[in-house]
């Protein structure tokens, strides 16, 4: 691993030799690509990042600042006339430089743009971001310029709403760009037009975590030994779960699970067998359960459900959302799906972190695969909202900020640096690395679409509780499937939209009580929600 110090040193040494060298950088990308402004709750949390270079490398640079102050390169000649450019969350995305490296260019390089650009960036918390969204874009009025927001939804009820503006619409970013997420510009992909951008970070979404103690004590195999080979089955997978279960009070009960996930096991199942059913489409979305490979992930999937004792249920009356997330760091499951923000908010927190070795492997590879998987339902991303003044001026303005690497491979640096405070260990690095490479990150559109989603959840519980085959489910529920992607041609979403001015209406005058536990609730799901 690289050593943290001389990344500091570095980005101490661009900031005092070189203001002109960072412009440089941001005429060089005016019209490439651009990224998310600000910090999430993940990027928040990173390490300082690390650099290969060496300390002459360090010291090469200050001379290389000496020689651009000799030679006074042109800078870019923007002047946005004093504009605030507003960025909205439900937290402070404003970069901490005291949090990490990341946080410090990012604040370092804002204050660059203010000072030589004539710009002020702008923050914004907002109790209810998305009702204040749509209620002020239908009053003309953008509460902010660019909003954090969860992809699954932005599409398709902002889109179709008109909340949201394209951004591929635009002429001075370039969505193709190492700057961005490429899962996220995909899931905001809707009709020909994306609308979601973030910018590069290491986060993935569904994969197993597992309690490498746990595992010695029992004599259980190692799973990234059964990556390596090849041998990472869903039969394996069902083997160990099964085998993991431990009574050991003898009383009858299990009190140390094998397995637990809490959602979007069946998910999993499918993507994991290279069986993308969900697919956009110029018109919209459409679900194609006519794959073999379908058939195969859901009848592994029932015989998963229906012999092996695992958790899959939350008892609401005694614990909370995140009970699953919790029992794994304290060692009452083996291996856990979930998505991989929990390894820093919970497994390496400060507060109380998990004692226990663990490690995190892919899901299990389906026999129809081609290599592994990691499905996503939704990704904090970054929009712009509609009616904003000059959409793109604020993209521009956007990308200068953002601004803090110059090539790919600089970016790579930072996210290993990220990831190696994320992870517990070496291996955990490099297989989300070849997970990031490799594009095999992919964000489902599905849970936007209130009503396909549901007539979907309702066939796979037919699957999951062994009421019905595989075939008979996806026979039953064909009809309703499909009747429910025909109903969206005719959805009115600015009845919805207007549903938003209602509950507005509705909620003032309420007590401070109330508004408080609303927010509390936010901040309960934001571990959910809030990632990038």
């Known amino acids: 691993m690289k050593k943290k110090e001389l990344i500091i040193k570095k980005v101490l040494a661009a900031a005092l030799s070189a203001a002109m060298v960072l412009s440089m950088a941001a005429c060089g990308n005016e019209d490439g690509g651009s990224s998310s402004s600000g910090s999430d709750a993940q990027q928040g949390q990173a390490e300082e990042s690390s650099s290969e270079d060496s300390n002459s490398d360090v010291a090469s640079n200050d001379g290389a600042a000496d020689d651009a102050s000799e030679e006074t390169p042109q800078e870019p000649e923007y002047d946005f006339g004093g504009r605030v450019l507003r960025i909205g969350s439900y937290y402070d995305m404003t970069p901490n430089p005291e949090d990490s490296a990341l946080e410090a260019l990012l604040a370092e390089r804002i204050a660059f743009v203010e000072e030589n650009y004539n710009c002020k960036i702008e923050f914004v918390v907002l109790d209810d971001y998305v009702t204040e969204y749509v209620t002020s874009v239908l009053a003309g009025d953008p509460v902010v310029d660019i909003g954090y927001h969860i992809t699954s939804r932005v599409l398709p009820s902002l889109i179709e709403g008109g909340i949201v503006y394209p951004v591929s619409d635009l002429n001075n970013i370039d969505l193709t760009d190492y700057k961005w997420r490429p899962d996220v510009t995909e899931a905001g992909y809707y009709k020909g ?15 197993i975590f597992w309690n490498k103690t746990l595992f010695g004590q029992n004599g259980l195999p190692d799973l990234y030994e059964l990556v390596e080979k090849d ?10 779960a099964a085998a993991a279960n431990k009574d050991t009070d003898s009383d009858g009960t299990v009190d140390i699970h094998g397995f637990a996930c809490r959602e979007n096991l069946s998910w999993c199942y499918l993507y994991s067998n290279g069986a993308y059913a969900c697919e956009k489409t110029d018109t919209g979305i459409d679900v194609d359960l006519s794959d073999p490979s379908v058939v195969e992930a859901l009848t592994a999937l029932q015989d998963f459900t229906t012999t ?20 794994f760091r304290d060692g009452d499951t083996m291996m856990l799906l979930e998505e991989f923000w929990v390894s820093y908010a919970y497994f390496n927190s400060d507060e109380n972190p998990m004692s226990d070795d663990w490690g995190w492997v892919p899901f299990p590879k389906g026999p129809s695969a081609t290599d592994w ?48 405070g994320w992870a517990n260990d070496a291996k955990t690095v490099e297989l989300v690395t070849y997970i990031n490479d490799n594009k095999l990150s992919v964000l489902n559109a599905i849970n936007g679409f209130g009503t396909l989603n ?47 001015l209602q509950t507005e209406e509705e909620g003032e005058g309420e007590g401070e009580d109330e508004a408080g536990e609303d927010e509390a609730g936010e901040d309960e799901a934001g571990g959910d929600e809030a990632e990038e």
């Open 193 to 207: 037009k994306n609308y979601t951008f973030l910018l590069k970070d290491p986060e993935i979404r569904y994969g």
């Open 231 to 240: 041998e990472w089955t869903w039969e394996k997978f069902k083997e160990i």
């Open 308 to 327: 092996v004792d695992y958790r899959n249920a939350i008892d609401w009356s005694t614990e909370g959302w995140d009970a699953m997330i919790t029992g």
């Open 373 to 420: 998987s990691c499905y996503g339902k939704e990704n904090g991303c970054r929009v712009i909202l509609n009616g904003v003044e000059d959409p793109e001026e604020v993209a521009l303005i956007y990308d200068l900020i953002t601004d803090i690497a110059d090539t790919n491979e600089e970016w790579d640096n930072l996210m290993e640096d990220v990831l190696e």
């Open 454 to 500: 549901s007539a979907i959840g309702e066939m796979v519980g037919k699957v999951t509780s062994g009421e019905m085959t595989p075939q008979t489910a996806l026979d039953t529920y064909q009809s309703q499937i499909d009747a429910a992607i025909a109903d969206l041609e005719n959805y009115d979403y600015d009845a919805e939209m207007q549903e938003y």
